[in-house]
């Protein structure tokens, strides 16, 4: 079992950055693939970024590339969303998710455990 809390989600200017965190519980967190999804009322979940288990993969959605990093700090328990020059349309809530293979790391239903979500709102 894992428990995912989110944080860092704010409200900023359009091209500004954030960097979401997400902590996770157990002694298990370096054996899961973690990944960042994002949400608005009334559209599916989608796929920001993942990252593998040791670091040495990671992917990003095409509208994130170039604006975003993913990184893990397994000794923390910890997995990190940098976004920059951000937009209006990055607005969403934000999930951070585990699942146990880098397998189809991109869609929603290969991630076991999810976070409650952070908000981050985008003002143009």
């Known amino acids: 079992q894992v428990q995912l809390v989110e944080s860092g989600g704010a409200s900023v200017q359009a091209g500004g950055s954030l960097r979401l965190s997400c902590a996770a519980s157990g002694r298990t967190f370096r054996r899961y693939t973690m990944g960042w999804f994002r949400q608005t009322p009334g559209k599916e979940r989608e796929f920001v970024a993942g990252i593998s288990r040791s670091s040495d993969s990671t992917l990003y959605a095409d509208s994130m590339k170039g604006r975003c990093t993913i990184s893990r700090d397994n000794a923390k328990n910890t997995v990190y969303l940098q976004m920059n020059s951000l937009k209006s349309e990055d607005t969403a809530v934000y999930y951070c998710?585990?699942?146990?293979?880098?397998?189809?790391?991109?869609?929603?239903?290969?991630?076991?455990?999810w976070g409650q979500g952070t908000q981050v709102t985008v003002s143009s």
């Open positions: 998710a585990a699942a146990g293979s880098w397998y189809n790391s991109a869609v929603v239903s290969a991630y076991d455990y």
